[in-house]
């Protein structure tokens, strides 16, 4: 069977996949330099302006606040996995426990995420959405955890290919942060 380079198979469980090649930038090996860190403290700094923005526009209040950061946040994120989904699901199947199984989740992450965003955008970050952004937070903190206790030097797609840091506890902050705001929510 021959496969086309520039197409994503998605493999059942009883097919068997091709060994995995070099897709030109999707396998583009991780940099742990200064400049990957200064992009992400640039989008985080913007995630910070804008969600305070919003916050003081919309009503100062710390749950509020929290809705706001986490709807920035999830958004962001999502839109920079967006800008080149391929390889962001190429890397994050190396590394998150429910798309190493579920090949679709890959793909089908970014999107929840940007539902997620706006669903906090537009309410008050109502229990069920917390629930949710815990269950999502908590499942890829999982799957960096044990790539990070591994030394595993997989390329971290929390920003898709923007970002070629390694996954690193950097990963693991980002999603444990997000889990521990969504449970703050659920009590304020």
């Known amino acids: 069977m021959k496969y086309d380079d520039d197409m994503e198979h998605i493999y059942l469980e009883d097919e068997a996949s091709p060994p995995v090649k070099s897709h030109g930038h999707h396998m583009t ?18 995630i910070l302006i804008v969600s305070s923005l919003l916050t003081f526009i919309r009503g100062m209040a710390l749950d509020r606040f929290l809705a706001d950061f986490m709807a920035v946040f999830f958004i962001t994120f999502a839109a920079f996995k967006f800008v080149d989904i391929e390889g962001f699901a190429h890397a994050y199947r190396n590394y998150d426990v429910i798309a190493k199984r579920i090949r679709p989740w890959a793909y089908a992450f970014p999107f929840i995420e940007a539902f997620m965003g706006f669903w906090y955008l537009l309410s008050e970050g109502p229990v069920s959405l917390n629930v949710l952004a815990m269950i999502i ?10 790539e990070v206790k591994r030394k595993s030097r997989f390329h971290c797609a929390c920003l898709g ?21 969504a449970f703050a929510m659920l009590f304020i």
Do not use: D
Request: glycine share 8%.
């Open 29 to 46: 090996p991780a940099v742990e330099s200064r400049e990957e860190y200064k992009k992400l403290g640039y989008v985080l700094v913007g």
């Open 137 to 146: 937070t908590g499942t890829a903190s999982i799957g960096v955890f044990r």
């Open 161 to 181: 290919t923007f970002i070629r840091l390694p996954l690193s506890r950097v990963s693991l902050i980002e999603n444990m942060t997000m889990f521990v705001m």
